[in-house]
Each structure stands twice: as structure tokens, then as C-alpha cells.
């Protein structure tokens, strides 16, 4: 999706506190080493100007780059930085980007534990889309959000939640009740979470937890611990590896993200497992057996984006977003690198949903509210960059 000199404006302007954030990775190592990042709390204390980073105003006009200045803290709700689109939100687990031209970006944002779904944008007032019906128990609720394949005709949205009795995908429009995709998935006291994504060529992929029992993401028969492919019906999706299965890929734990190139030629699945965590780049038909990373110290791995350079995984535990070099052929090509992490003011505590605005942004969603320090203006959502700034930009620090 291209973007509109008025929002690529805005988006470089409230993106400025990222680009000093990323990193480009020159090395190429062949090993897999981690050492862990820090695990620090969501900052409160003031934080620097956001500049219009090209000289763009957005209305044609140049405006001043004024000089590091720096923002009050978030008082209640109201929170000056421009990165961020939304505040005093609960927990959210689940974004997607929503097409708006040149405006202002927008998104959709799920609270896990609500099962709230909201419409935010930048300068305007949160509404409320839906309200599904959600048990948030363990690690369950709503945990992903994807828009219909061909969501400007339809107005769909697929969501993946919780129930009382089973694990499921569900679809919804503004003032449509919640029709029921995809059902059975099965639920346990944890590995409830699950992940959405629409692949390209009109079919959703749906990341499944293996409901606290490992052996089911190996068994065939159960839709436990898998990567479905399914059309917007549910039904297994035409061109799958097994005609007639939804079985994409086997061998999930509790699924956080997938995620894909701008291409659609790679496509990344991330898993917190019961020793680590891991990001795996999926093949059809394949068990995840062979993680593309790990982090033995179990950040909490959530949504995901591939920005063509790395692979982004938002982290809760870890308050980071780790940066994974890819080589061109897509394999891992270096050791992560902890960005947004806290340091130098840059960082907004836990992260959990991510969605890609385009190639060179994306909108992700803090849980802050479930086990971290949350400031006034949590939870919220913010536009962060995938792409290190060419010309150095202003960050925060």
C-alpha cells in the first residue's frame, strides 16, 4: 500500500523518535548467539519535540525543523507524542493498519481482556467498532485482528478469540453481530493465543496455541499448535499442501505474530515455546522445527513485521522490539538488537500487536496494563519505523 505525501509527512514527523532506534547489521554471523536486553519500565519523564524530519509540512508548505526540545509527560490521557495515536486503552494484544490514502494513519485496536475493538487515529477520538464476546482467562481473550482480503468492498474484519468453550475465528463489520469462521480450535488453561493474517492471494492464515498439551501441535487430527490456511469462509484454503486440509505448517506452542515481506516471498511466525522463544520463517507443509532464532531468555514475543532488511518482534517481558538481520536470501544474518528498549528515552514498556502500515512503518499496541508499569496514557497505540532513517533524523535521545 503506498502512502500519500500528506501522511508520509506526518508519519517521518511522529516517527522522528524511532529513527535513530534502528540499526543497519554489516556482519553476517553464522552463529546464533543472544545476549538479553534490558528489561526496562515504560517511560513517564519528558521526551523531545517531534520535527517534520524533511522539512514537509503534509500541505505542501516547509516548516521550520526546530531544534531537541523537549515534551511534557503524559498527563492522564493526553499524551504528547506524536507517535502515538491512541491512549488509556487496556492491554492491546491486537492492531491492524487501516487503508486512509494520504490522511493521517489509522488502525484498528483489540484489548485482550475486554474484547473491545476500537478505531483510532491520530487526532481523533477513539470509537468503538465492536464488542466481542471474549473469556480472557490465562493467555486467551482477543489476540489478533486482520482485515478482510478484499476489506474495501466488504468492511470485514477477522478476529481471533476466546470463548467459554473453544478457541476461534470470528468475523465482524460495524454494526454487523460477530459471525462465527472458524471453530473448535481447541482450549486449555494456556496456549490460548493466536494469531492472524491475511497471505496475499485472498486467504487467511491463522496461527493456533496447542492448549497446553505439546503433542497436539504434531497430531493432524487437531487443529491445536498449527498454521491454518483457510478462505474467508473457513474452509480450507485452494492450493494448501494437503487438498482439503487447512493444515498449513505444524508444530506451534503459543503463537504471537505472522507476519510477511512486502512480496509475500517470506513468511515468519513468532512462538513463545516452554524453554524459548522463537521467530521461525514458515515453509508449507513443514513442522517448525527449526527456529530462524531463539531467545533463550523468553521475552514474550508477539506481533511481528518484516521490514525487507530485518524481521521486527515486538516483545512484552522483554519491553523491546528486537531487530533480526535477514539477508537477502531471507536466512538471519546477525545477532538481534534491542530497539525502542527504554534507553535514551526511546520505548513505551510492553509491546504486543504489530501491523505494518507499508514498508517503512507500522502501527504497534502496548499491554503495559497486564504485568508492566503502566504510565498515565496507557495503553496505547503508536506508529513506530521499520526502516533505519537515511538521513539521521531526531530521535529521542
Excluded at 63 to 68: E, F, N, R, Y
Excluded at 81 to 105: F, R
Excluded at 117 to 130: I, N, P, T
Amino acid at each position: 500500500m503506498r502512502v500519500g505525501l500528506g501522511r508520509t509527512a506526518w508519519l517521518m514527523a511522529a516517527c522522528g523518535v524511532v529513527l535513530s532506534g534502528c540499526a543497519s547489521f554489516d556482519d553476517r554471523a553464522a552463529g546464533q548467539t543472544f545476549e538479553p536486553a534490558p528489561e526496562l519500565s515504560a517511560p513517564a519523564g519528558p521526551q523531545p519535540e517531534l520535527p517534520e524530519i524533511d522539512g514537509s509540512s503534509g500541505d505542501g508548505s516547509t516548516a521550520p525543523k526546530p531544534s531537541q526540545t523537549t515534551v511534557p509527560p503524559p498527563q492522564g490521557c493526553t499524551d504528547y507524542d506524536k507517535a502515538v495515536i491512541a491512549t488509556c486503552l487496556d492491554t492491546v494484544a491486537a492492531v491492524a493498519a487501516l487503508p486512509s490514502g494520504s490522511s493521517a494513519p489509522s488502525a484498528l485496536a483489540g484489548e485482550r481482556k475486554s474484547g473491545q475493538v476500537l478505531q483510532v487515529a491520530s487526532g481523533a477520538k477513539s470509537s468503538q467498532l465492536a464488542k466481542l464476546d471474549v473469556v480472557a482467562t490465562g493467555d486467551g481473550g482477543l489476540t489478533s485482528l486482520a482485515l478482510s482480503p478484499t476489506y474495501s468492498e466488504d468492511q470485514l474484519v477477522f478476529a481471533y478469540i476466546t470463548t467459554a468453550s473453544d478457541n476461534r475465528v470470528v468475523r465482524f463489520a460495524k454494526g454487523q453481530t460477530p459471525k462465527a469462521v472458524l471453530t473448535g480450535i481447541p482450549k486449555g488453561a494456556t496456549g490460548n493465543r493466536g494469531a492472524l493474517l491475511t497471505d496475499g492471494k485472498g486467504a487467511l492464515l491463522v496461527a493456533t496455541g496447542d492448549a497446553g498439551n505439546p503433542s497436539a501441535a504434531a497430531d493432524p487430527n487437531s487443529l491445536a499448535g498449527k498454521l491454518l490456511r483457510i478462505d474467508t469462509s473457513g474452509k480450507p484454503a485452494q492450493g494448501n499442501p494437503t487438498a482439503g486440509s487447512p493444515v498449513y505448517a505444524t508444530g506451534l506452542h503459543s503463537p504471537g505474530g505472522i507476519c510477511k515481506s512486502s512480496d509475500a516471498s517470506r513468511l515468519w511466525v513468532t512462538d513463545a515455546q516452554a524453554t524459548t522463544d522463537a521467530v521461525y520463517k514458515v515453509t508449507a507443509g513443514a513442522s517448525l522445527a527449526a527456529p530462524a532464532w531463539t531467545w533463550p531468555d523468553k521475552p514474550g514475543v508477539g506481533g511481528c513485521a518484516d521490514s525487507g532488511q530485518s524481521v521486527l518482534v515486538a516483545t512484552a517481558a522483554g519491553s523491546s522490539v528486537q531487530e533480526v538481520p535477514i539477508t537477502t536470501d531471507g536466512s538471519v544474518g546477525g545477532q538481534p538488537k534491542a530497539v525502542m528498549d527504554g534507553k535514551n528515552g526511546t520505548g513505551y514498556g510492553r509491546y504486543g500487536g504489530m501491523d505494518p502500515i507499508d514498508d517503512q512503518y507500522a502501527v504497534v499496541g502496548t499491554v503495559n496494563k497486564d504485568g508492566g508499569k503502566p504510565v498515565s496514557s496507557d495503553d496505547r497505540v503508536v506508529i513506530i519505523q521499520l526502516q533505519p532513517n537515511p538521513g539521521g533524523g531526531t530521535g529521542k535521545d
